[in-house]
């Protein structure tokens, strides 16, 4: 079955230094997503991208962070100045269509563990 | 604005016990799509289950049901039979007709005890 890759598992960086997250979502799917989750809490949306350019963002997804598809087949994430409370797990999703979802809804990334000391 | 209530925060059950975890969700749309993912111990999100809203007709896979009410703006799921490996936390989310973002719900954590 496709899976969504996510690398690292796990980083720690300190307050201040720029991280980048990074996916690659399924192959032939042409949507894809970060999603946040702050430790015990619920899975929260930051921004999809569609067609090399950001298609919704939330609140959340200030100027602190941008996304990239810098070739065809990576999706970064890319927090410039980390705070405290940036620490989460970040999760990438790919979808295949706009219009009705995908057979198989979005497909979620293993997720990275992000640690802002 | 869309919002998603999963009032239960946590269950505990024993077992081989059935359990419903409770989905509410709130939409001005009239078309679209509710989920079901779960997230285990590890941390990645599994994909459980899709349902427009359309389709108000139950499913049945396995051990798991879903019992999709529009008129209450429900969508519960039941696990029949519980086993521990169910134990993880589920969230119920919900994505409107316009836009592709997921409305996620506070989620579930379920402990079944053996």
């Known amino acids: 079955e496709p899976e969504v890759t996510q690398t690292p598992s796990h980083q720690v960086t300190q307050m201040g230094q720029e991280v980048i997250l990074r996916c690659v979502p399924i192959s032939n799917h042409l949507y894809f997503y970060w999603y946040r989750q702050i430790l015990g809490q619920k899975v929260e949306f930051l921004v999809s991208f569609y067609n090399n350019e950001i298609s919704e963002k939330s609140e959340i997804f200030d100027d602190q962070f941008s996304v990239e598809r810098p070739d065809g087949s990576n999706f970064t994430l890319k927090i410039r100045s980390t705070k405290l409370e940036d620490s989460a797990m970040y999760f990438c999703?790919?979808?295949?269509?706009?219009?009705?979802?995908?057979?198989?809804?979005?497909?979620f990334g293993s997720g990275t563990r992000l640690t802002v000391v | 604005a869309q919002k998603v209530t999963q009032a239960q925060t946590e269950i505990s059950v024993v077992e081989k016990e059935d359990v419903t975890l409770d989905c509410v969700y709130e939409t001005r749309d009239t078309t679209y799509y509710l989920f079901w993912y779960k997230q285990p111990p590890s941390g990645e999100l599994v994909f459980l289950i899709r349902?427009?809203?359309?389709?108000?007709q139950n499913e049945i896979s396995g051990r798991y049901s879903w019992n999709f009410q529009k008129s209450t703006s429900s969508f519960n799921f039941t696990i029949t039979a519980s086993q521990v490996v169910d134990s993880a936390v589920y969230f119920c989310a919900l994505r409107g007709g316009a836009g592709n973002m997921l409305t996620f719900g506070g989620g579930t954590r379920l402990m079944v005890k053996p």
């Open positions: 349902r427009n809203s359309f389709d108000e």
């Open positions: 999703a790919s979808s295949g269509s706009m219009g009705p979802p995908s057979l198989y809804g979005y497909t």
